[in-house]
C-alpha cells in the first residue's frame, strides 16, 4: 500500500509569509503527527492529530498550528514565518498513534529567506 | 524532563563489522523504543522496535537490547555493509498528562561502513 505522502517536497518562502503543508497518512492510519528537523536541534515534536482532535502538543509558539480532515489527511501551518522555521518538516502516519508503529513520509524542505 | 540521549554521535567501520549504537531515556514509564534509518534526502524509516516487557528482539542482521532497570536500549548491526551508511536515531514513547504517547528522539548517530 501507498506510504505517507507530504506535498510540496521543497518550499521557499519570505519572512513573514505563510505557509501551508500538507501530509496524506497511510490508509487506514488515523493518527498524524508532525516533526521538524533541523541539523542544530534534531527531530522535534510538533503535535499529533487523531480523528481530527488534536492530543498531543509540543513545545512550539502558537505560529505553529495544524489540523486534520475526516479522511486523516492533516495540514500544517506556520503563520508569520521567522529564518529560524527553516527546517525539514516530517510527519509520521500510525494506526493508533505513538506506542504504535509509526511510519514517516519524505518531508517538506521549508527554506526561509 | 523528557530525554533520550544516544552515543556515539559519530560512528566508522569497516564492511563485515558490527556497529552498537546506544540511547538512554529518562521516563521510567517509556514502554515502545523504535529506531529509524534516515538516508540523505529522505524521511525516517522504521527499521526495528521494542517493547518494555521484551529484553531483546532480531530481524536478520540487526538486534536490539533493553535494560529497563538501567533505562538504556542498544541497536546491534552484524555484518555491516555500505548500504547501512546512515544516521540511525533511537526514540523512546512518553505519554503526557492526557495519556497519549509521543516520541522522544535522540541526537542521531552518523553511521559510516568503509568498503
Known amino acids: 500500500k501507498a506510504g505517507v505522502t507530504q506535498t510540496p517536497r521543497y518550499l521557499i518562502k519570505t519572512r513573514g509569509q505563510q505557509v501551508t503543508l500538507s501530509c496524506s497518512p497511510i490508509?487506514?492510519?488515523?493518527?498524524v503527527s508532525w516533526y521538524q528537523q533541523t541539523p542544530g536541534q534534531g527531530l522535534q515534536f510538533l503535535f499529533e492529530?487523531?480523528?481530527?482532535?488534536?492530543?498531543n502538543k509540543g513545545n512550539f509558539p502558537g505560529r505553529f498550528s495544524g489540523r486534520q480532515f475526516s479522511n486523516s489527511r492533516s495540514e500544517m501551518n506556520v503563520s508569520t514565518l521567522e529564518l529560524g522555521d527553516s527546517a525539514l518538516y516530517l510527519c509520521?502516519?500510525?494506526?493508533?498513534?505513538?506506542?504504535?508503529?509509526?511510519?514517516f513520509g519524505q518531508g517538506t524542505r521549508l527554506t526561509v529567506v | 524532563g523528557e530525554n533520550v540521549e544516544q552515543h556515539p554521535s559519530t560512528l566508522s567501520v569497516q564492511e563485515g563489522d558490527s556497529a552498537v549504537i546506544k540511547c538512554t531515556y529518562s521516563d521510567s514509564a517509556s514502554n515502545y523504543f523504535p529506531w529509524y534509518k534516515q538516508e540523505l534526502g529522505k524521511g525516517p524509516q522504521l527499521i526495528i522496535d521494542?517493547?518494555?516487557?521484551?529484553g531483546e528482539k532480531k530481524d536478520q542482521r540487526i538486534a536490539v537490547t533493553l535494560n529497563k532497570t538501567a533505562k538504556h536500549f542498544s541497536l546491534h548491526i552484524t555484518e555491516t555493509q555500505p548500504e547501512d551508511s546512515a544516521v540511525y536515531f533511537c526514540?523512546?514513547?512518553?505519554?503526557?498528562?492526557?495519556?497519549?504517547?509521543?516520541?522522544?528522539f535522540g541526537a542521531g548517530t552518523r553511521l559510516a561502513v568503509h568498503p
Open positions: 521494542i517493547r518494555s516487557n521484551v
Open positions: 509520521a502516519s500510525s494506526f493508533q498513534g505513538f506506542g504504535t508503529e509509526a511510519f
Open positions: 492529530y487523531f480523528s481530527e482532535t488534536q492530543r
Open positions: 526514540a523512546a514513547s512518553i505519554s503526557d498528562s492526557g495519556g497519549y504517547n509521543k516520541l522522544i
Open positions: 490508509s487506514g492510519h488515523r493518527s
